[in-house]
């Protein structure tokens, strides 16, 4: 097990051309706050607005649901490159971006054993430097597989609602890896909101807490409005920036993704990306 996790970080250090992709996790406290619709939605826009090449990963193993959203065939997905498949024909194409979907049967990626951890990252290592993006969708809540992507990743996006348990648990979320790994990348969505001002304020709980508590800085990238054209699109299988591209939501999407798309990319924290993620995920909290 020692030669293949050495095997794999002398892969990772050899290959110095990802600085052309960017590594986003999406992650939130705690499920039910659209945080996989907005990955869906999100890799559309860059996909379809900006003409960018993007990977959209389900890493919520054990609850994938990326597949019905995009109304894909489930059975492609990454147990497939588990069992000896070639990633390239397990890589689904969908709404004009590739996606890699997660399966059901273990609790996390953090439950697989070593060799199959290792099968996985290496495919994905090959392929990656393909794509302008590369857009990790977490399962909701604190673990080491969350933890992992997040400390690897050169930036995250934390979803969160008015609620006041999706913000208590988003700030329990920024609170845990920072205490533990000193990771501070945050950048802020909050979705659902009845109104602008409701958004800010939202943000601003979060913002004064954490600059309070944590000493660190949070950014606002997006606020998300209630439609009702989003239950519509849930409910069909479609996508709201597709299916209505005047919609306040879609807008605000087009918004987060011109900001992305102008932001530099950091090459430092793009070259070694699955092998920092395969070594967090054998690293125990501290």
Not at 83 to 96: M, P, Q, R, Y
Request: net charge positive; proline share 2%.
């Amino acid at each position: 097990m020692e030669d293949q996790a050495k095997g794999l970080r002398e892969l990772v250090s050899r290959h110095k051309t990802l600085v052309n992709s960017k590594y986003i996790t999406i992650a939130s406290g705690k499920g039910g706050v659209g945080k996989t619709n907005f990955s869906v939605n999100f890799a559309y826009t860059l996909s379809k607005v900006f003409r960018k090449k993007v990977l959209l990963i389900d890493a919520d193993i054990g609850m994938a649901n990326v597949h019905i959203l995009l109304n894909a065939d489930p059975s492609k997905n990454m147990k497939n490159v588990l069992n000896g498949e070639n990633l390239e024909n397990v890589i689904v194409n969908s709404k004009g971006f590739d996606a890699l979907l997660g399966f059901s049967g273990v609790d996390s990626i953090s439950e697989m054993d070593e060799t199959s951890v290792h099968v996985l990252l290496n495919a994905l290592e090959k392929v990656s430097n393909r794509y302008d993006y590369v857009i990790i969708d977490t399962g909701a809540g604190i673990d080491s597989k969350v933890a992992s992507f997040l400390r690897a990743s050169s930036k995250s996006y934390i979803i969160t609602t008015p609620e006041p348990t999706a913000l208590m648990d988003a700030y329990a979320l920024i609170k845990t890896v920072y205490n533990i790994y000193g990771y501070s990348r945050f950048k802020i969505v909050v979705n659902m909101c009845r109104s602008k001002e409701e958004g800010y304020n939202t943000f601003s709980k979060l913002k004064v807490s954490t600059k309070k508590f944590l000493g660190i800085d949070l950014e606002l990238i997006g606020l998300l409005p209630v439609t009702n054209n989003l239950k519509k699109c849930v409910k069909k299988k479609a996508l709201i920036t597709e299916s209505f591209p005047a919609d306040g939501f879609t807008q605000e999407i087009k918004k987060i993704s011109a900001i992305e798309v102008e932001e530099p990319v950091d090459s430092q924290q793009t070259q070694n990306f699955w092998g920092k993620v395969f070594d967090f995920l054998k690293k125990p909290r501290a």
